[in-house]
């Protein structure tokens, strides 16, 4: 017969954490989540972050060229949009001041723990909340924990045999090393993704010479970029204009960059005719056959992010410019040789390698036991990626995520996170109005969404369509775990409507008032 087990603790009502949430990141999903919180009546919060500035992503990337890639107008805050950005796709430098006058115009500044790197999480089931651990020794404990780190986090390095033999200079296009000057070098460029496309115009006059080596090429469109000035920046203040056009860019970034997750296979015709007006436009910026042959893509546009760039094409024209698409064999101590033998010396090596996506130990980049001693990263090595709503997952009470798995439906980041930390903030909210200890997702709704997601992803075929394309759409697994395949509608309707009765509340003092029972039961059971 079932009895309690022996091994049961009963929370003590009267424990409290040092602080109701602890958001784990500084950069905008960190931001959105703490004025989410904010709107809802939450104050005891602080956001812990590893860097000594705020901006995350746009604070740690800043290699030359950094750009955001979706008009800046989109690419900010329904609830902090602004006017004044130096242009329409904003550098770098401007979205991390952009941040950093968010907290400011929130108050936020004095809930910010900086230089502090969580190192791990632990549900502490007596007391109902979690333990957090920093590098430094330090540990916080708080009743809810918000993960708001996003997917670019983890680097992710070359997997070239003796590649640390190099005896040059090694560079990761998300550590960018100021101090050291590419002036006259000889520089490789490993990559050609969104950050590739970025850095190796800007550095092209500096450096000596340039080679880029090149596993998949990528599909560029043609970037309506300009510096905006005064007539650019009165146009976007006034709200009749900004608002309708917002929307309008926002619909299109959406379509851009999700179209064939949210129609599916009907849509593929559109792609290829998609191909065959960017591949007419690559005519116009490289008229050599041979070399534009290279540069164009052998998979199905949409599979990986779409590129927007006016130069980055044009540059493989310049002399002192080699693309390389000849497979790395392994690295030597002057630098690398490809698969035909063919040696190539440097100066320096720049990794334009990307970032872990839904990898293995990356999403979160730190361990987080839940109940029974389950830890995050390793259940989900083992039973695929999950979540509700890209935000909870069961046995992990009290834990809400801003990018978790099956949780981005194609659009602006920042509309993204945003319906992420209004379902974390209504839940907490919720918690708090019921005097509930723990709110955490049931199996059957969470399985119930996974499974919708997956099969909507499956219907179309996706993983079939884009294999060999080295998309981070897919993981390590063969899933598409990050994309909601859903519009940015309903991920913003269902982010403030999810029924309540997907989360189980309990509250601590409830379990308490039937802990004697509980005991004698067990003492009962013990002496049998």
């Known amino acids: 017969?079932?009895?309690?087990?022996?091994?049961?603790?009963?929370?003590?009502?009267?424990?409290?954490?040092?602080?109701?949430?602890?958001?784990?990141?500084?950069?905008?999903?960190?931001?959105?989540?703490?004025?989410?919180?904010?709107?809802?009546?939450?104050?005891?919060?602080?956001?812990?972050?590893?860097?000594?500035?705020?901006?995350?992503?746009?604070?740690?990337?800043?290699?030359?060229?950094?750009?955001?890639?979706?008009?800046?107008?989109?690419?900010?805050?329904?609830?902090?949009?602004?006017?004044?950005?130096?242009?329409?796709?904003?550098?770098?430098?401007?979205?991390?001041?952009?941040?950093?006058?968010?907290?400011?115009?929130?108050?936020?500044?004095?809930?910010?723990?900086?230089?502090?790197?969580?190192?791990?999480?632990?549900?502490?089931?007596?007391?109902h909340y979690w333990r957090v651990q920093t590098e430094s020794g330090t540990v916080y404990t708080a009743r809810f924990v918000v993960p708001a780190l996003g997917g670019l986090e983890v680097p992710k390095l070359p997997d070239i045999e003796d590649f640390e033999s190099f005896r040059g200079k090694?560079?990761?296009?998300?550590?960018?090393?100021?101090d050291y000057d590419l002036t006259g070098k000889r520089v490789a460029v490993i990559g050609t993704g969104a950050s590739a496309l970025q850095l190796i115009p800007a550095i092209a006059d500096t450096v000596e010479h340039l080679t880029i080596f090149q596993r998949r090429a990528i599909w560029i469109a043609p970037k309506p970029d300009w510096q905006a000035g005064p007539a650019t920046r009165f146009l976007l203040n006034q709200a009749l204009f900004r608002t309708p056009v917002r929307a309008a860019v926002g619909v299109a970034v959406s379509a851009g960059t999700g179209g064939a997750f949210i129609v599916g296979k009907p849509i593929r015709f559109v792609l290829k005719a998609v191909e065959v007006g960017l591949k007419l436009w690559m005519r116009t910026q490289v008229p050599d056959r041979k070399l534009r042959e290279k540069l164009t893509p052998n998979y199905t546009f949409g599979c990986k992010r779409p590129s927007l760039s006016n130069v980055y094409l044009k540059t493989f024209m310049r002399p002192d410019v080699d693309?390389?698409?000849?497979?790395?064999?392994?690295?030597?101590?002057?630098?690398?040789?490809?698969?035909?033998?063919?040696?190539?010396?440097?100066?320096?090596?720049?990794?334009?390698?990307?970032?872990?996506?839904?990898?293995?130990?990356?999403?979160?980049?730190?361990?987080?036991?839940?109940?029974?001693?389950?830890?995050?990263?390793?259940?989900w090595h083992e039973n695929r990626y999950s979540s509700y709503q890209g935000v909870s997952v069961p046995k992990f009470p009290n834990l809400f995520m801003l990018v978790g798995p099956y949780g981005y439906a194609p659009s602006s980041y920042h509309s993204f996170v945003e319906a992420t930390a209004a379902h974390t903030a209504r839940?907490?909210?919720?918690?708090?109005r019921r005097g509930a200890t723990v709110c955490e997702v049931r199996q059957e709704p969470h399985d119930r969404y996974t499974a919708k997601m997956r099969a909507r992803i499956d219907r179309m075929e996706y993983v079939d369509m884009c294999a060999g394309s080295n998309t981070y759409y897919i993981n390590y697994q063969g899933d598409v775990a990050l994309i909601r395949p859903e519009s940015h509608a309903t991920m913003w309707w269902q982010s403030r409507r999810f029924p309540f009765d997907a989360y189980r509340f309990e509250t601590a003092a409830r379990r308490a008032d039937i802990a004697p029972q509980a005991r004698a039961k067990r003492n009962a059971h013990t002496h049998l």
């Open 1 to 127: 017969m079932s009895e309690v087990n022996a091994d049961e603790t009963v929370p003590s009502p009267g424990a409290a954490p040092d602080h109701e949430v602890l958001i784990v990141g500084a950069g905008f999903g960190g931001i959105a989540a703490a004025v989410a919180l904010q709107q809802v009546g939450v104050t005891d919060f602080v956001i812990l972050d590893k860097w000594d500035g705020v901006g995350g992503t746009w604070y740690a990337n800043t290699y030359p060229g950094v750009q955001v890639d979706i008009p800046s107008m989109v690419y900010s805050f329904s609830f902090a949009q602004r006017s004044d950005w130096s242009r329409v796709f904003a550098p770098g430098r401007d979205l991390q001041r952009y941040a950093e006058d968010v907290v400011d115009r929130h108050g936020l500044r004095p809930k910010l723990r900086l230089n502090t790197m969580v190192t791990g999480a632990e549900w502490d089931e007596q007391h």
């Open 170 to 178: 090694i560079m990761h296009t998300a550590d960018w090393d100021h």
């Open 323 to 379: 693309l390389v698409t000849e497979p790395i064999a392994r690295g030597t101590d002057t630098g690398i040789v490809t698969a035909e033998g063919t040696a190539h010396a440097f100066d320096v090596i720049v990794c334009a390698t990307g970032f872990a996506v839904m990898g293995k130990g990356t999403t979160p980049p730190f361990p987080a036991y839940g109940r029974d001693g389950l830890e995050l990263g390793k259940y």
């Open 427 to 432: 839940a907490i909210a919720e918690a708090r």
